[in-house]
């Protein structure tokens, strides 16, 4: 079984920055997929930032050149720096590994 923990939510003002970090512990051997998710209240989950196996990156259009989806592969953790954040960006975060979901994370941008 696999656990993911999510960290680095918080409230911030509207410009500043949140550094999202999500660790996979358990029985993983190798990962493949790593992704960031973001819902609102009546909204569906919807992605925010992917990273492949092979390293290619791929953002939401309203995220690019805001947001970056890194990983640390010796640690399983993917990461998420959002930068100019807007309050548009306020939302619960939720990362995937491997299909694993996170419990999710609050980020509150205000304005």
């Known amino acids: 079984q696999v656990q993911l923990e999510e960290s680095g939510g918080g409230l911030v003002q509207s410009g500043g920055s949140l550094r999202l970090s999500c660790a996979a512990s358990g029985s993983i051997s190798s990962i493949n997929f790593m992704a960031w998710y973001r819902q609102t209240p009546g909204k569906r989950r919807e992605p925010v930032a992917v990273?492949?196996?092979?390293?290619?990156?791929v953002y939401a259009e309203s995220v690019k050149g805001r947001f970056t989806i890194s990983r640390d592969i010796a640690k399983n953790t993917v990461y998420l720096q959002m930068n100019s954040l807007k309050p548009g960006d306020t939302a619960v975060y939720y990362c995937?590994?491997?299909?694993?979901w996170g419990q999710g994370t609050q980020g509150t941008v205000s304005s």
């Open positions: 990273l492949n196996n092979g390293g290619s990156t």
């Open positions: 995937n590994i491997n299909m694993y």
